[in-house]
């Protein structure tokens, strides 16, 4: 059977660290990938295969072959950016979005984009408390 009667889509994935990104398998194959990020992969670009990819909302970054390589003119173009995701803690699999995260949804850069990627925000600021300066002057005291 024809390839590209069966087009792929990549929908809220989020692909840390592979070998090399994501492939796609034949130049007939049509892939869509939305609010996808492909970040830290280790031996080659987000998207090794130059084979039509039609991403909208995606983070490609940091990825040792290149990020937007073969896709060039989707850089900036339907909400998609290159910019750190700002995982919670990836060295442990936490994968959920800083609170700062450009991924996190309708912010900046990709304020026309909802949630880019798998994870919610999941980390962020740390509470404070309002304290006096005799309070807090106090507090070293006792």
Not at 33 to 54: D, K, M, R
Not at 99 to 122: K, Q, R, T, Y
Request: aromatic fraction near 12%; charge should be negative; charged fraction near 15%.
């Amino acid at each position: 059977m024809d390839e590209a009667c069966y087009p792929w889509s990549l929908t809220r994935c989020t692909f840390y660290g592979n070998g090399v990104g994501v492939w796609s398998v034949t130049a007939d194959a049509r892939v869509t990938i939305e609010n996808t990020i492909i970040a830290y992969s280790t031996e080659g670009p987000a998207l090794p295969n130059p084979y039509p990819v039609v991403p909208s909302c995606c983070d490609f970054y940091g990825n040792a072959g290149g990020d937007w390589l073969y896709l060039e003119d989707y850089l900036g173009v339907n909400g998609n950016i290159c910019a750190d995701p700002l995982f919670c803690d990836p060295a442990n699999g936490d994968f959920h979005l800083s609170c700062h995260s450009p991924c996190a949804p309708f912010s900046p850069p990709n304020d026309e984009c909802d949630l880019i990627g798998a994870w919610p925000v999941g980390c962020g600021l740390t509470p404070a408390r309002v304290v006096t300066w005799g309070g807090l002057k106090r507090r070293f005291r006792e």
